[in-house]
């Protein structure tokens, strides 16, 4: 009965929201190279709009001590997410909830990761444009923002799995 409650509770948020992609994990060492790409330092608020496991945030507050908050409209993602960060040590860096990513406040964001779609790239960008600070950046797993904003940086390699990567970075102007 609880389990079914649990369930029929999850899928009310999933259908309540519109989906920017499915869940697929970054693999481990594309999210290095992600956090390396965007230069996280300890200074930084990492913001992973659609967070899935949690990787990305715990990650830069595991190697880089900085902070993090995940936001994923799937609840059981988010509460994995939570688990992950207390067993990796780092649930007093990082904060995930469960969020529309569309009504994320990403004004106070130093670094915002994606792994989203291209058509979501293009719906976050203007909020993206309109909130982040000057200074502040945004790289992306595998989608660009669309011809008329061309990334800053483009990393093109080969990933542990041997998978052809393409990682996105822009930096917002001052
Ligand atoms: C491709 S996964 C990426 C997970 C993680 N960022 C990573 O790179 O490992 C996309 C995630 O976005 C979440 N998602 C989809 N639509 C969303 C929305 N409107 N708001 C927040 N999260 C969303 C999905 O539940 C899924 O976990």
Sequence with gaps: MFRAAVLLSSLLVLSTHQSLAPFAATPDDVVDRMLALADVTSRD???????????????AAQKYGARGLGVDIDPRLVDQSKANARRAGVEKLVEFR??????????RATVVTLHLLASSNAKLRPILTRQL??????????????????????DTFISASGDQVTLYLWKIGK
């Design 45 to 59: 608020l990492v913001v992973d709009l659609g967070s899935g496991d949690g990787r990305i945030p715990i990650r």
């Design 98 to 107: 469960v969020e529309d990513a569309m009504t994320t406040d990403v004004s």
């Design 133 to 154: 600070p000057p200074g502040a950046r945004i790289v992306s797993h595998a989608f660009s923002m669309g011809p008329d904003w061309p990334a800053d940086r483009i």
